[in-house]
T-cell receptor
Framework: DTAVSQTPKYLVTQMGNDKSIKCEQNLGHDTMYWYKQDSKKFLKIMFSYNNKELIINETVPNRFSPKSPDKAHLNLHINSLELGDSAVYFC???????????FGPGTRLTVL | QKEVEQDPGPLSVPEGAIVSLNCTYSNSAFQYFMWYRQYSRKGPELLMYTYSSGNKEDGRFTAQVDKSSKYISLFIRDSQPSDSATYLCATQETSGSRLTFGEGTQLTVNP
């Protein structure tokens, strides 16, 4: 099944914890993204990687660190989780920076 | 002020109705315009993609862009219950630059 996959689908954790979300795409794409969607459905880009290199880094707290071990994977590590980090995080990929972006199913993060 | 404004709804219509979804934007540098559809608990999927002003039609869906008034629209003809979803408009300055999304409009089509 060709797709963008994310794990875990749901993540519930306490404030102050560190957590990671994994993303993998088997579409052969060069560019991958992380988006945050808040409770009002507002979708905002956080990071973009092209061939394992960071190309977009929006104003995101340092507690968020993306890591791309290879061009098929882009993981998101979050340190010292805060209540405001609760959201749905979407990974996406595209062939190039201007091509159609394919989104993963999302990871629903709840910080208590 | 948000770069892309979209009425979040919710919008509820009867089956068969014509649906009009709209966004306005403030950045005149935007050249590429997209509509994404997002079903509940799923990721967004690209529905329509247009460059600059004009219309684009795909089946029951028509996307319109009016750059002079910075207004983008999506029309859905003969709406079906399966069209019930959140519709997000998105813009891009250049091919390859970041996407800027509207807030999304939640649409329900009632059978």
């Amino acid at each position: 099944d060709t797709a963008v996959s994310q794990t875990p689908k749901y993540l519930v954790t306490q404030m102050g914890n560190d957590k990671s979300i994994k993303c993998e795409q088997n579409l052969g794409h060069d560019t991958m993204y992380w988006y945050k969607q808040d409770s009002k459905k507002f979708l905002k880009i956080m990071f973009s990687y092209n061939n394992k290199e960071l190309i977009i880094n929006e104003t995101v707290p340092n507690r968020f660190s993306p890591k791309s071990p290879d061009k098929a994977h882009l993981n998101l590590h979050i340190n010292s989780l805060e209540l405001g980090d609760s959201a749905v995080y979407f990974c996406a990929s595209s062939r190039g920076g201007g091509d159609t972006q394919y989104f993963g199913p999302g990871t629903r993060l709840t910080v208590l | 002020q948000k770069e892309v404004e979209q009425d979040p709804g919710p919008l509820s219509v009867p089956e068969g109705a014509i649906v009009s979804l709209n966004c306005t934007y403030s950045n005149s540098a935007f050249q590429y315009f997209m509509w994404y559809r997002q079903y509940s608990r799923k990721g967004p999927e690209l529905l329509m993609y247009t460059y600059s002003s004009g219309n684009k039609e795909d089946g029951r869906f028509t996307a319109q862009v009016d750059k002079s008034s910075k207004y983008i629209s999506l029309f859905i003809r003969d709406s079906q219950p399966s069209d019930s979803a959140t519709y997000l408009c998105a813009t891009q300055e250049t091919s390859g630059s970041r996407l800027t999304f509207g807030e999304g409009t939640q649409l329900t089509v009632n059978p």
